[in-house]
């Protein structure tokens, strides 16, 4: 069975982000399923699909494997604290 790909312009963390180790303002997050986001500009983060955006970032990384994205990202601007 093929797993459908969907292409995003908001990144929703539903609280799955970690921070990476010795890197200001870089997260680490994965979600089910294929999903595409753009390289290198500037998107809106949320918490939730239907709650107020948070910030903005930048995609820096992007993987998929088995059935998942996984993806690195940069917060640039944050307006609650994370």
């Known amino acids: 069975m093929t ?8 990144l ?6 970690e921070r990476v180790k010795d890197q200001d303002n870089l997260f ?20 939730h699909k239907d709650s107020d955006q948070i910030g903005f970032g930048r ?3 992007l993987t998929w494997r088995d059935k998942k994205t996984f993806c690195i ?7 609650s604290v994370n």
């Open 3 to 10: 797993m459908p790909l969907t292409l995003e312009w908001t």
């Open 73 to 79: 990202y940069q917060l640039d601007s944050l307006y």
């Open 12 to 17: 929703v963390t539903e609280g799955k982000e």
């Open 28 to 47: 680490k997050m994965s979600t089910d399923g294929y999903r595409l986001y753009p390289i290198q500009d500037q998107i809106e983060i949320r918490r």
């Open 59 to 61: 995609i820096i990384e």
